[in-house]
C-alpha cells in the first residue's frame, strides 16, 4: 500500500497563476484533509472532508477550493496564487471523522513557493 | 482559543543520551493526545496516541507521559540514535473541533542528535 500520496513534489508558480495540488490514499478512509505548515507554526488546516460528497472549511480557507473527487482522491486547488500561499501543503487521511481514536496519516508533502 | 505549546523549541544532545520533550496544551473539551514524528522534509508519522485515562504509552525507545489534570504531556526518548533526529509534534484533539478541525498542532520541538 502506498498510504498517502501527493502530486507534485514541488511546484514554482508567479503571482496570479493557478495550480491544482492532488492527493489520493488507498487505505478505503472516509476522511480526508489539507494543512499548510509554515515555519515557526503548527500545521493549520485549510479544507477537510469528513466523508465522500461533503467538504468543509478549516483554520485557513481562504484562497482556496477543493473538491473531493471521489473517495480516494481529494484535490486542493488554487486559482489566483499569491505570495502568501507559499508554504508546504500536506494531505492527510483517516477512518472517520472523530472519534478518540481517529488517527491521521500524512503524505510527503508539496512544496509550494509563489513568486 | 484552544492552543498547544511546545518547549524546548529546539534540542541538541549526543547520540546514547536520553532527552525530554515537553507539551502544555489548553485544549476543552479534551479527547486525545497524540505525539508525531516529523523528519526533514517528510509528513508527520504517528507515535502514540493517548486518552485521559492513559497514563502513559510506549512505543520502542519513546515513552508518552499524560497529566490530564495539569493539562502536561511530556516524550521522553531513551538511549537516542542519529535517526531520532527530527521535530516532533505535539497534537490535541478537541471533541468539538471548530475551524481548527478536531486536531490543535503544536509548532514542534526540533531535536538533532550529534555523534
Known amino acids: 500500500n502506498a498510504g498517502v500520496t501527493q502530486t507534485p513534489k514541488f511546484q514554482v508558480l508567479k503571482t496570479g497563476q493557478s495550480m491544482t495540488l492532488q492527493c489520493a490514499q488507498d487505505?478505503?478512509?472516509?476522511?480526508m484533509y489539507w494543512y499548510r505548515q509554515d515555519p515557526g507554526m503548527g500545521l493549520r488546516l485549510i479544507y477537510y472532508?469528513?466523508?465522500?460528497?461533503?467538504?468543509d472549511k478549516g483554520e485557513v480557507p481562504n484562497g482556496y477550493n477543493v473538491s473531493r473527487l471521489n473517495k480516494r482522491e481529494f484535490s486542493l486547488r488554487l486559482e489566483s496564487a499569491a505570495p502568501s500561499q507559499t508554504s508546504v501543503y500536506f494531505c492527510a487521511s483517516s477512518e472517520a471523522w472523530g472519534g478518540v481514536y481517529n488517527e491521521q496519516f500524512f503524505g510527503p508533502g508539496t512544496r509550494l513557493t509563489v513568486l | 482559543k484552544n492552543q498547544v505549546e511546545q518547549s524546548p523549541q529546539s534540542l541538541i544532545i549526543l547520540e546514547g543520551k536520553n532527552c525530554t520533550l515537553q507539551c502544555n496544551y489548553t485544549v476543552s473539551p479534551f479527547s486525545n493526545l497524540r505525539w508525531y514524528k516529523q523528519d526533514t522534509g517528510r509528513g508527520p508519522v504517528s507515535l502514540t496516541i493517548m486518552t485521559f485515562s492513559e497514563n502513559t504509552k510506549s512505543n520502542g525507545r519513546y515513552t508518552a507521559t499524560l497529566d490530564a489534570d495539569t493539562k502536561q504531556s511530556s516524550l521522553h526518548i531513551t538511549a537516542s540514535q542519529l535517526s531520532d533526529s527530527a521535530s516532533y509534534i505535539c497534537?490535541?484533539?478537541?471533541?468539538?473541533?471548530?475551524?481548527?478541525?478536531?486536531?490543535?498542532f503544536g509548532k514542534g520541538t526540533k531535536l538533532s542528535v550529534k555523534p
Open positions: 472532508s469528513a466523508s465522500e460528497g461533503t467538504t
Open positions: 487505505m478505503n478512509h472516509n476522511s
Open positions: 497534537v490535541v484533539s478537541a471533541v468539538y473541533g471548530g475551524s481548527q478541525g478536531n486536531l490543535i
